[in-house]
Antibody, heavy 122, light 107 residues
């Protein structure tokens, strides 16, 4: 059974930092690209970051470049999102998911976690 | 960056209706286009990938079509469980973008 579980969300002050974790099981984590997507309250989905399966490359939406860093530990089947210099507009539910690409095929985001709420407020 | 534009933003329909949602990309994404369904308080669920391939376990009343920059999601014989918000998303290259979403509500 596939499981994707985010943790580390919470309340943080503007300018503060937070690190989200994502524990995955039930699929070959080390063979999978992974992404983070967020959803602000009452708003749509926004892709945030992607990391290649071996961690050799990472990509970000413009609004978080230079502030957020995605990383992974394939030995622990874990994905991370380090968020620095947080702003009120970063308040959202953050989802972790498998971003499935294999050779010439791809599915997009097939396994999602339940999300972790990050609230940036003084 | 590739922009994705969905229409309509809201769609009012009844059980049994056939509905269509459109998604346009600002440049070609080939067939790297997925559709998701999201219900309140839940994570999105993958319905269609590569523009027209039905994800395992998704009912056959859902179908996708299109290529390049124009895509559609069709739901035949809308069921009560289908009232939700739907998003398109491209996954061409290493960046991803979602459409703004289409809320399907009870007429």
């Amino acid at each position: 059974e596939v499981q994707v579980v985010e943790s580390g969300g919470g309340l943080v002050q503007p300018g503060g930092s937070l690190r989200l974790s994502c524990a995955a099981s039930g699929f070959t984590f080390g063979g999978s690209q992974m992404s983070w997507v967020r959803q602000a309250p009452g708003k749509g989905l926004e892709w945030v970051a992607l990391i290649l399966k071996d961690g050799s490359g990472d990509y970000y939406v413009d609004s978080v470049k230079g502030r957020f860093t995605v990383s992974r530990d394939n030995a622990k089947n874990s994905l991370y999102l380090q968020m620095n210099n947080l702003r009120a507009e970063d308040t959202a539910v953050y989802y972790c998911m498998r971003d499935w690409i294999s050779g010439g095929s791809g599915k997009g985001f097939d396994y999602w976690g339940q999300g972790a709420l990050v609230t940036v407020s003084s | 960056d590739i922009q994705m534009t969905q229409s309509p933003s809201t769609l009012s329909a009844s059980v049994g209706d056939r509905i269509t949602i459109t998604c346009r990309a600002s440049q070609s994404v080939n067939n790297w286009l997925a559709w998701y369904q999201q219900k309140p308080g839940k994570a999105p669920n993958l319905l269609i990938y590569k523009a027209s391939t039905l994800e395992s376990g998704v009912p056959s009343r859902f179908s996708g079509s299109g290529s390049g920059t124009e895509f559609t999601l069709t739901i035949n014989s809308l069921q009560a469980d289908d009232f939700a918000t739907y998003y398109c998303q491209h996954y061409s290259g290493y960046y991803r973008t979602f459409g703004q979403g289409t809320r399907v509500e009870v007429k």
